[in-house]
């Protein structure tokens, strides 16, 4: 069967679990239990005969063999069992628990799994059928899935501008179900004749990644052992905690990520009365230029302190980054001091799950102290003026971004022409200088110059159905930023 077929078998059985209230999210969250386990199973056996550490009686055969209430009872031991283990099989299993309350469904579940022989499958296969289940997961908008997933096309291509090299460590803070980590992959093993020792360090020591939600580290863990990344006696370097919390004790050649929306970093606590609320977290680092509640340039910081001199990153950002004061002004500051943020894509609404966030990339190099500014230009592609994406009828694609590949040259990018002018006003990539950067209030990066269509014409106005839903995206993207203030104010 091809990867899409088997995508859809399994993931229609979902359908038929959802009657149960089994949500996506716990239907991919038991999958990757029961697909852990028989692979472990196909590992044990010839030709392979390895050491999957999974113990006699709560493995794969163990529910082979049962149905009923006494397969129900068992499973529920077989996690907690399994959880309690090291190395990667307790991480896969850390905190797992039962979420199909029928045992007629879970045994259905067993056989559905039974009837294929993973191993078997090429590394390529079984990582898209697993990507293609984290993509329907995603596009459950109610579960907030889509938080974790970052359309695929700009991590391609952002990828593509990084050009990752053999040898290099890679590190995502934020890092989700790990589709940078995939996409870095898929980059070194194309684009490079690999020998064997960076083959292993490819498979073992490249990716370093930081999840604070246990249930989406346990996906990533799981994506990265489908694609190859780890194995069950060594697992990828996944962490499960909040990764701005301390000072980073190892430095990378790259970061790729994109944190989680929301400006707030917050923590809910309880007080006398035994009510819970959120509260703003701040967190007070040697490292950091400016002590702020605001995750995105805690994130910038942090990022910053994570790079090796001469270390790259391209980051997902949203616009309040580039032009909010206080905190803000400092840390853009001392980014366009401290490192060379040589490129900006601004990107348009209709890519995210998040509703009505506007976003951008920023790609910057450490470097190491000078006594004068290392940004002396920063470069900006504007792919949001006049350009319209949703997530359904019209997503991004990677062509969509083929003209800002080329305009950021990654074979050189300190080889650029510019495809504005006075005579071409239209052209999306321009530069701006660290002094014309500097001179704008609160050292803005906020910056556009193309005149957007349907403000000047009525003709040119996007279908209703089109506008309504933009006009739903701006209001919930504003509910968000009042409810931030309202918790602010102990409301």
């Not at 609160?442 to 110059?449: E, P, Q, R, T, V």
């Amino acid at each position: 069967m091809t990867s899409t077929a088997i995508v859809n078998k399994v993931w229609n059985f979902c359908n038929i679990l959802k009657d149960d209230g089994v949500s996506y999210g716990d239907y991919l969250e038991q999958l990757t239990y029961l697909l852990f386990l028989k692979m472990a199973d196909e590992y044990s056996r010839p030709p392979y005969k390895r050491d999957t550490k999974v113990p006699t009686g709560f493995d794969w055969q163990s529910l082979r063999g049962k149905s009923g209430a006494e397969l129900e009872s068992h499973y529920v031991i077989l996690l907690d069992e399994l959880g309690k283990k090291t190395g990667m099989l307790g991480d896969i299993f850390v905190k797992a628990q039962n979420k199909i309350s029928d045992p007629a469904k879970l045994h259905k579940l067993i056989q559905l799994i039974d009837g294929e022989s993973w191993v078997l499958l090429g590394a390529d296969v079984k990582g898209d059928i697993y990507e293609g289940l984290l993509q329907k997961n995603a596009e459950d908008t109610k579960s907030g899935a889509g938080q974790y997933f970052t359309p695929r096309p700009l991590i391609q291509a952002m990828v593509e501008c990084v050009r990752p090299q053999p040898e290099h460590t890679i590190a995502d803070p934020a890092c989700g179900t790990g589709g940078f980590f995939l996409a870095a992959y898929d980059h070194l093993t194309k684009q490079h004749k690999l020998n064997k020792d960076q083959l292993r360090f490819l498979k073992y020591e490249t990716f370093h990644g930081w999840e604070i939600v246990t249930s989406t580290a346990r996906l990533c863990l799981m994506n990265l052992f489908l694609h190859n990344v780890g194995d069950m006696d060594h697992e990828a370097d996944i962490i499960r905690d909040d990764s701005l919390r301390s000072t980073p004790t190892k430095k990378f050649d790259h970061v790729l990520t994109n944190p989680p929306f929301g400006k707030k970093s917050s923590v809910t606590v309880t007080n006398e009365d035994g009510e819970e609320k959120r509260e703003a977290l701040t967190y007070n680092r040697q490292d950091f230029w400016a002590t702020t509640s605001n995750k995105q340039l805690n994130f910038v910081q942090h990022i910053c302190s994570m790079l090796k001199p001469g270390g790259t990153a391209a980051v997902v950002l949203p616009d309040n980054v580039l032009f909010e004061g206080g905190a803000g002004e400092t840390v853009r500051k001392q980014l366009l001091r401290t490192t060379e943020l040589h490129t900006i894509l601004r990107l348009p609404t209709g890519l995210f799950y998040a509703q009505g966030v506007k976003a951008n990339v920023l790609f910057f190099e450490n470097k190491p102290g000078a006594k004068t500014p290392w940004t002396k230009e920063v470069w900006i592609y504007d792919y949001r003026t006049n350009i319209k994406h949703t997530l359904k009828t019209d997503p991004l694609r990677y062509e969509d971004l083929a003209d800002f590949i080329a305009c950021y040259n990654p074979a050189d990018r300190h080889k650029r022409k510019e495809t504005w002018s006075a005579k071409t006003p239209e052209g999306r990539w321009r530069k701006y200088t660290y002094d014309e950067i500097m001179a704008r209030d609160k050292a803005s990066l906020d910056i556009f110059w193309l005149k957007d269509e349907s403000l000047e014409d009525s003709a040119n106005l996007p279908e209703p159905g089109v506008l309504a839903a933009e006009i739903v995206q701006d209001l919930e993207a504003a509910l968000k930023e009042f409810r931030a203030i309202a918790e602010d104010l102990g409301a």
